[in-house]
């Protein structure tokens, strides 16, 4: 099992940023892709999850609105766009695969991670 995330981004305060996650050696759609961020200093902060198998999602409050979750199952890739970004949305982001049994923001005992996609927003 692998997620492979796409590479770093640099970019400015309002700009969007779309972050990848290809995921290979499993079904794609038997298993949630939860994503999760950490900033400088911080701990993790659970951001939301999307069920790959009908593109349902759920979000975190604090992201509603201003972070969307897809997934595409021709490529196996789970994708999430971050909008309206501030200097404070400056974080290493995750996917992790969820089989469904990792509550939501409360536990990070995920199986397998991806290698993590920095994120910096700078003017």
């Known amino acids: 099992v692998r997620l492979v995330q796409s590479g770093a981004e640099l970019t400015n305060p309002g700009a969007s940023v779309k972050v990848s996650c290809k995921a290979s050696?499993?079904?794609?759609?038997?298993?949630?892709i939860d994503w999760v961020r950490q900033a400088p200093g911080q701990g993790l902060e659970w951001m939301g999850r999307?069920?790959?198998?009908?593109?349902?999602?759920k979000y975190a409050q604090k992201f509603q609105g201003r972070v969307t979750f897809t997934a595409d199952t021709s490529t196996n890739t789970a994708y999430v766009e971050l909008n309206s970004l501030k200097s404070e949305d400056t974080a290493m982001y995750y996917c992790?695969?969820?089989?469904?049994?990792?509550?939501?923001?409360?536990?990070?005992?995920?199986?397998?991670w991806g290698q993590g996609t920095q994120v910096t927003v700078s003017s």
């Open positions: 999307i069920d790959p198998e009908n593109g349902g999602t």
């Open positions: 050696g499993y079904t794609f759609t038997s298993y949630y």
């Open positions: 992790a695969r969820n089989d469904g049994t990792v509550e939501a923001g409360k536990r990070f005992d995920y199986d397998y």
